[in-house]
């Protein structure tokens, strides 16, 4: 079993920053891809980037360039920097973890991006 575990969200004006962290625990393996997922309200939740555990990344065209996902192993530890927020950055942020076939979540933490 694994436990996510997200912090860093909160309330920032347009423009600004936040940093997101993921930690996870339990039986974490070398091998695995997390990411972060976001769902605003009345919208399904998407991808917004992810990082496998060798560092390669991928991200949602609307965050490409502003966003930044990184790791560290040693930690089991996400991190996504969020730089020049928008509105519509606005959203549930979660974590997510796929190790050999099995997801997991993490519960998530708010952002909301005021104009």
């Known amino acids: 079993q694994v436990q996510l575990v997200e912090s860093g969200g909160g309330l920032v004006q347009a423009g600004g920053s936040l940093r997101l962290s993921c930690a996870a625990s339990g039986n974490i393996f070398s091998t695995n891809i997390m990411g972060w997922y976001r769902q605003a309200p009345g919208k399904q939740r998407e991808l917004v980037a992810q990082i496998t555990s060798r560092g390669t990344t991928n991200y949602a065209d609307s965050v490409r360039g502003r966003f930044t996902i990184s790791r560290d192993n040693a930690k089991n530890t996400v991190y996504l920097q969020m730089n020049s927020l928008k509105p519509e950055d606005t959203a549930d942020y979660y974590c997510?973890?796929?190790?050999?076939?099995?997801?997991?979540w993490g519960q998530g933490t708010q952002v909301t991006v005021s104009s």
């Open positions: 997510r973890m796929v190790q050999y076939g099995y997801i997991y």
